[in-house]
C-alpha cells in the first residue's frame, strides 16, 4: 500500500461501523509504514496533522516559542519512536499523547511534578497569548462561528484551567471521542467527563462577557 493512500482523510458514507472499520485500517497501515520506515510517510503525516498538533501545543503551553520547540520535538520523537506505534488506536491519539507527554517532561524541568499542576502557577511565559494556526479544515467551533467568534472563542479558551482547556480542544477541536481523551490525558473516563462539564460551564460567561463588550464597542 502506498503512503498516500495510508494517511489518505476519508469520507465514508454509511454506518458509524463502517466509519470505525475504516479509521482502523488507516491505522494499521500507518503502523505498518512507521514499523518499515516508508519512504514519504513521515512527511505526509507532518502535512496532515501539522495544523491541529501546533494548535494542541499552543493551547496546552500558552506559549508560542515552547510551543514550536516542542512541535519539532514530537515528530522527532516519531521518527525515532514509530515503530512502537501498533495502529490499535488512531494516530492523532498516539501523537496527542506524545505532545501531552513532552509538555509534562518540560513542565517538570520547571519544578512542576505534572501537567495537573500547570494552572496552579503562572509566569510571563504563561500568560494568555492571542494565536491563529489556519488550515482547511473547519473544526466544529469554526463550522458555526465566524471570525469574530472564534477570536471570542480562543480568548475564552486561554482563560479556563489548562485541565479544562485541554479537554474542551481535544473534544471540539480535535473531535476525538471521551474514551480517546482519556487515552491522551491517562485520566480515568470519569475525571474526563467532569473536565469537560466543569470546561463548558466555566466557557459560557467568560464567552458572554466578551460578546458583551463587543458589542458595547459597536
Known amino acids: 500500500m502506498g503512503t498516500a493512500a495510508s494517511v489518505r482523510p476519508f469520507f465514508v458514507q454509511g454506518s458509524a461501523t463502517a466509519v470505525d472499520e475504516q479509521v482502523r485500517q488507516e491505522s494499521l497501515a500507518v503502523s505498518a509504514g512507521l ?11 507532518i502535512v496532515r496533522y ?11 503551553t500558552s506559549n508560542r516559542e515552547m510551543a514550536e520547540d516542542l512541535f519539532q520535538e514530537v515528530w522527532m520523537r516519531v521518527l525515532v519512536r514509530g515503530a512502537q506505534f501498533n495502529g490499535r488506536a488512531r494516530f492523532d491519539t498516539w501523537l496527542f ?23 496552579e502557577y503562572g ?14 479544515e473547519p473544526t466544529p467551533f469554526d463550522r458555526f462561528s465566524n471570525l ?9 479558551l486561554l482563560q479556563l484551567d ?8 481535544l473534544r471540539f477541536h480535535e473531535e476525538l471521542s471521551l474514551e480517546e481523551i482519556a487515552k491522551v490525558t491517562r485520566a480515568p473516563l470519569s475525571t474526563v467527563k467532569s473536565r469537560l462539564y466543569r470546561g463548558l460551564a466555566a466557557i459560557r460567561p467568560k464567552l458572554e462577557r466578551t ?4 458589542q458595547e464597542a459597536v
Open 35 to 45: 514499523k518499515r520506515q516508508e519512504v514519504g510517510l513521515l512527511d505526509e503525516l
Open 148 to 156: 469574530e467568534d472564534r477570536e471570542r472563542i480562543a480568548a475564552a
Open 211 to 214: 460578546r458583551l463588550r463587543s
Open 162 to 169: 489548562t485541565l479544562h482547556r485541554e479537554v474542551l480542544v
Open 123 to 136: 509566569s510571563d511565559d504563561d500568560r494568555p497569548m492571542s494565536f491563529e494556526v489556519a488550515d482547511g
Open 50 to 60: 501539522q495544523h491541529r498538533l501546533l494548535r494542541y501545543l499552543l493551547y496546552l
Open 97 to 119: 499523547t506524545i505532545a501531552r507527554n513532552l509538555v509534562t517532561d518540560q513542565r517538570r524541568k520547571r519544578t512542576m511534578s505534572s501537567l495537573d499542576e500547570l494552572f
